[in-house]
């Protein structure tokens, strides 16, 4: 159950980081002087409201706090290190002994804590 | 950075087996050094991707791509199909070749839209899509990289 609500909110994150491209007229441009085709581009709220229906509530309130506070509000952790603040993960960490079922947060900055390669 | 330093032989593939657009991303993404669920999120988010426009740029090139936080490093793939997916690409032609481009939502380098663009002009080189069909292995899609200049 935790699992999956963190790859939600991994997912959440990446439609997240796509709006933010989608917005910024430049990117925008750039990717029409490539050749692609961005018609339909104000269909990313949709993808997010998808996602974001299928959070628990508690969850999503969070996210969106950190969300307010930070681009980013995941950050993964690599040895043992939040690379949203580059402050270690506290001694005894479930991040740091592997689990997979929980969701953390970091103690120091309050991002939600990934480790890259085990999803 | 150049194209021919991301490319090598199990991120390409001359001979996509894929008939529907969805398996072709997925043969695409199978390419890429990741787990199960990692290929299965990224899989649903080049998909939304897809829905913002397709990344068939016409010509039989589509070039899907996208942010993820699935993977901690620019990540491509390049593959040919023979006859050809619909791709919905903007002239409504199938799609031949397929480069797949993945990156962290932050790269230090930021090669993600640089890269993007080198694809993007690759593939309309001159007597580019003549020159992919000739391909017989890997080395040989190295090598046109390298002549291309990218």
Known sequence: ?119 | MELKELFNSSNVKLALGSEEKDDVLLELISLLKLDEKAKEMLFKMLKKRENLGSTGIGKGFAIPHCRSLVVDKLNVAFGRHTKGVDFNSIDGKPANYFFLIVAPPVEISNYYLPVLGKVAQFCKSTDITAKLDKLEKVEDFLALLEEAGN
Do not use: W
């Open chain 1, 1 to 119: 159950m935790q699992d999956n609500q963190l790859r939600l909110l991994m997912f959440l994150q990446d439609l997240l980081m796509l709006k933010k491209e989608m917005e910024d007229f430049q990117v925008v441009e750039k990717y029409e002087e490539m050749g692609f085709d961005l018609e339909k581009k104000e269909k990313i709220e949709e993808a997010i409201r998808e996602v974001t229906g299928q959070l628990d509530a508690e969850l999503h309130h969070r996210f969106q706090m950190i969300a307010n506070k930070y681009d980013r509000p995941l950050a993964p952790v690599k040895n043992g290190i939040c690379y949203g603040c580059f402050v270690s993960a506290p001694t005894g960490s479930e991040l740091i002994t592997q689990r997979k079922d929980v969701i953390e947060f970091c103690n120091h900055c309050g991002r939600i804590l990934y480790q890259p390669g085990t999803l």
